[in-house]
């Protein structure tokens, strides 16, 4: 039931970004126009095949800053575990041309878990740079990477609460994400 809802919630955000989505064509040096993309929907794939369910969404601010908000999730019905992760990046396009090229940016990550009797938080900053490759017709595959650093976390189970914000972990941050621009 879960996945349904996730599958329709994204349907849902593609269709509506989808409407409020502009193109924009630039006339290249050979006197052909070319489509720069502002807006592009992606998930990334690797973390499918444990089963973390993703999505994020960038938005071109001008020709060469990008704002990209992210979201997963993951259950484990067995387990009676829940994992929820919220995120955003803030990319720098020195090609100027929308969504495609190079990129670099901070990364800011939260998650949080629910599990029989526990729950806990982990915050993450760190910084990521790649490529998106955007083939005619808007079919986008980025590839990033990047490091996190673990800034806070920590875990409640009953009255206490365990602090492990002692733990300073610097994790590597890979994306390799499908799509479309648009």
Known sequence: MKKVILLVVAIALFLT?????AKKMVEVDDGTPDVTYDNALTTNVWPW???????????????????????????????????????????????????????????YDVWMATTKGASGMMQFVGAMGGYNFVYPGGFIVDIGLGAQKNVDNSVTSGTSTLDLSTITSVLPSFDLSIGWAF
């Open 17 to 21: 970004v989808g409407a409020m989505a």
């Open 49 to 107: 095949v444990v089963g973390i369910y993703n999505l994020g969404y960038e938005r071109m601010i001008g020709s060469s800053f990008g704002i990209r908000p992210r979201a997963s999730y993951v259950g484990w019905s067995g387990a009676g575990a829940n994992f929820f992760a919220l995120g955003g990046d803030l990319f720098w396009h020195p090609m100027g041309r929308g969504i495609e090229g190079w990129y670099i940016g901070p990364r």
